[in-house]
């Protein structure tokens, strides 16, 4: 059965500091690796990482896949309160429209 | 270009009734899937649609259904509602959907819609 597993499962910090949150995953047929922001509604796509795109950056948001170990990781530089918010982690095969995902990570910015 | 867009945003129903829930995906998206979520459990996955076909499902009773028309929009049924199906509704559509094609890997890109709250009393 596919698994993404994210860690930690909440995490506080203050404006300013820097994040890495951590996705494992086992997919069958595995394809790619996508981030995701939810807030009070609908997740929004951030990164799909690929075994022809394992980095990707926007901003102060940067991901990177690990095809070897299984595993990504987003990393946010500079914290604003904005940032506060579930980030989700799905990893998809060539099972037709199925994304399985993490349990996700809350994540608060204190000001 | 216009969003996922999905109707109602809220409904509340009691037991045994059952409920129709609509997505227009983005234009140019063939592909729509289905996901649930709720505290417990998290997103898990429902169905996904493509050029009016299921072509996967989740492991879910079934009570919930769907359909895709031909302009891509979906409808999602579920009937004689239980207290648990209490959860937000979210659809997410794709260019391909994800399968053996060379495009599959950019299928994968999936977009959600702002989702349906549903309450079973």
């Known amino acids: 059965e596919d698994k993404v597993v994210q860690s930690p499962l909440s995490l506080v910090v203050h404006e300013g500091d820097t994040v890495t949150l951590n996705c494992s995953y086992e997919?069958?047929?595995?394809?790619?690796l996508l981030w995701y922001k939810q807030e009070k509604k609908a997740p929004t796509f951030l990164f799909m990482l690929?075994?022809?795109?394992i980095e990707k950056k926007s901003g102060r948001l940067s991901s990177i896949l690990d095809k070897k170990e299984l595993s990504s990781i987003l990393n946010i530089t500079a914290t604003q309160t904005g940032d506060s918010a579930i980030y989700l982690c799905a990893a998809g095969g060539t099972s037709y429209g199925k994304l399985t995902f993490g349990q996700g990570t809350i994540l608060t910015v204190h000001p | 270009k216009a969003g996922v867009t999905q109707t109602p945003r809220y409904l509340i129903k009691t037991r045994g009734q059952q409920v129709t829930l609509s997505c227009s995906p983005i234009s140019g998206h063939r592909s729509v899937s289905w996901y649930q979520q709720t505290p417990g459990q998290g997103l898990q996955f429902l169905f996904e649609?493509?050029?009016?076909?299921?072509?996967n499902k989740g492991n879910f009773p079934g009570r919930f259904s769907g359909r895709q028309f031909s302009n891509s929009r979906s409808e999602m049924n579920v009937s004689t509602l239980e207290l648990g199906d209490s959860a937000l509704y979210l659809c997410?559509?794709?260019?391909?959907?994800?399968?053996?094609?060379?495009?599959?890997?950019?299928?994968?890109?999936?977009?959600f819609g702002p989702g349906t709250r549903l309450t079973v009393l």
């Open positions: 997919v069958t047929n595995f394809r790619s």
């Open positions: 690929t075994s022809s795109g």
């Open positions: 997410a559509s794709s260019l391909q959907g994800a399968g053996l094609n060379p495009w599959g890997w950019k299928g994968n890109e999936q977009f």
């Open positions: 649609y493509f050029s009016e076909t299921q072509r």
